[in-house]
């Protein structure tokens, strides 16, 4: 008899290998470790926070687009297409679709040269591009800007969850990992907090919130080039004694005798795979393929990134005046940030699928009242009453805070964490790619969509949300205690991939 899809995914958390046998603690070494290289998570929301609250900044707009600060200063018949402008929305999309094309470079490099090389190229890409940000002259000064930090983004993305995957312990890898997400939202809260000071900073105030990057760039860079590179990758590249030793000394213990040879076969098949893109596209894979592409998109598809990278515009839109509307995406950004911490407490504890679901459901109830109230409320030309727009910030910020505590973390967690080591580096860059590939397509259509859909645009997203939460409860097994090098087991006790994986594979069986 099978076994359907529960909502705890059908899996236990035990498996056949030797994750029983696994010893040690969290040690210092690992804690320093993974805090420096989850700073990297900063730069990302550091970003995310602060493009949309430049973007609507008269000084920023009268230099680089001096022709939507002529059209926000005018009357609208619409109010929701203030902001509607194909060259504003690409200053904001263009770092990710640079940051796309990167992390597919990233893995290779990854793969060959380690983690924290991956860190340390993609700190000082990222640096260079904060600096010619906050001296941009002119718009293409400005677009290189951002295609050097979209570079830093891909790497960083693509390297910083497999080392924080890779140096945690298995019962601890959820919370540990999350430090990157925990990163990424308090760039976000710090971002929202210097758009409102620096916009009353005339006229460069502009300047120095982008310029204002380099901080965590630094940070992220100067701690990559001190912290030691993972275990895994050592023993990928072929120092497995040199592996070992920092094995023991990341876990506390000698008795890593387990964990070790785990490394030492999934190394050995590793270096076996000359091609792990084309790997990847193997039958044996399918599940892993499948999260690392469906997982990222669905993050993005909340519609999340749009209402952080244009929460200012947004909120203006809305009818709020330009002090209210930075206090209001300051306030999700301070829930995104506290939310993240509820994450860290559960995850190991209660698993991913509980979570994804429920903050699934709840982002889906919140995006509906949020359309119906702008709906009801909200017409052409004029402004929500105070009454209704505390309402909307308190709506947006109960789907934020379950974002926070969802599919924020959890969405870059779980695919870092289900790749066998031979295809981890691929893996882990189809995932990177596939998030700042839906995160360009969302935000240089996400202006458009706003003025085309108007208060629709949330129903639009709470749809996406419906659809992926049925596809985590039908499709998603639990990870929850899994060792990293044993995941492969739970994909063959699940009700729907143990029959795409019984099917044998034969040497071409790709798609």
């Given at each position: 008899m099978e076994d359907g899809p529960s909502i705890l995914g059908g899996v236990g958390s035990s498996t056949n290998g030797r994750a029983e046998q696994y010893k040690g603690r969290v040690t210092v070494h690992v804690i320093i470790a993974c805090i420096v290289a989850a700073t990297g998570g900063s730069l990302f929301g550091y970003d995310v926070g602060i493009s949309g609250g430049v973007a609507s900044m008269d000084d920023f707009l009268q230099i680089f687009f001096p022709s939507v600060y002529k059209h926000k200063m005018q009357a609208h018949e619409n109010n929701y297409c203030k902001y509607n402008n194909q060259g504003i929305a690409a200053f904001t999309s263009t770092l990710y679709i640079a940051g796309f094309v990167a992390s597919l470079v990233a893995a290779p490099v990854t793969r060959k040269f380690g983690r924290r090389t991956s860190i340390i190229v993609g700190g000082i890409s990222f640096l260079i591009g904060s600096a010619l940000n906050a001296a941009a002259v002119n718009l293409e000064m400005l677009i290189i800007g951002r295609i050097l930090q979209g570079v830093g983004i891909g790497f960083g993305n693509q390297a910083i969850p497999l080392y924080l995957s890779e140096m945690a312990p298995t019962h601890l890898r959820g919370g540990l990992n999350m430090m990157f997400q925990v990163a990424t939202t308090f760039g976000i809260f710090t971002a929202n907090m210097i758009n409102y000071g620096t916009q009353q900073i005339k006229p460069w105030g502009w300047r120095l919130a982008l310029g204002l990057a380099a901080i965590p760039t630094l940070l992220m860079t100067i701690g990559g080039i001190f912290i030691p590179e993972t275990p895994n990758s050592l023993v990928e590249r072929g120092s497995k004694e040199q592996g070992r030793k920092l094995l023991e000394k990341i876990r506390g213990t000698d008795d890593v005798d387990a964990e070790f040879q785990d490394m030492l076969d999934a190394g050995a098949l590793a270096n076996s795979i000359k091609h792990p893109y084309w790997n990847i596209l193997k039958r044996r894979y399918r599940p892993e393929l499948i999260m690392a592409i469906f997982m990222p998109a669905f993050q993005i598809l909340t519609g999340i990134n749009s209402i952080l990278f244009y929460a200012p515009m947004l909120f203006q839109s809305m009818g709020f005046g330009r002090e209210a509307s930075l206090y209001s995406s300051a306030l999700t950004g301070v829930v995104l940030s506290l939310s993240t911490f509820i994450s860290i407490a559960t995850v190991?504890?209660?698993?991913?699928?509980?979570?994804?679901?429920?903050?699934?459901?709840?982002?889906?109830?919140?995006?509906?009242?949020?359309?119906?109230?702008?709906?009801?409320?909200?017409?052409?030309?004029?402004?929500?009453?105070?009454?209704?727009?505390?309402?909307?910030?308190?709506?947006?910020?109960?789907f934020v805070l379950a974002f926070g505590w969802s599919w924020g973390p959890l969405g870059w967690t779980v695919p870092s964490e289900i790749f066998p080591l031979e295809i981890r580096s691929a893996g882990q860059s189809i995932t990177v790619a596939a998030n700042l590939l839906f995160t360009f397509i969302i935000a240089q259509a996400f202006l458009s969509l706003l003025c085309t859909f108007t208060y629709g645009i949330f129903l639009f997203f709470a749809g996406w949300i419906a659809i992926m939460t049925i596809f985590v409860y039908l499709f998603l097994p639990e990870t929850k205690g899994i060792p990293i090098e044993e995941m492969s087991l739970i994909w063959r006790k699940h009700w729907f991939w143990k029959r795409i994986l019984s099917v044998p594979s034969t040497t071409n069986d790709t798609w």
């Open positions: 190991d504890r209660l698993g991913r699928r509980p979570l994804l679901i429920s903050g699934g459901i709840q982002m889906m109830i919140s995006q509906v009242i949020a359309a119906i109230i702008l709906g009801v409320k909200f017409g052409e030309n004029q402004e929500l009453s105070k009454g209704y727009s505390i309402s909307v910030v308190v709506v947006l910020s109960l």
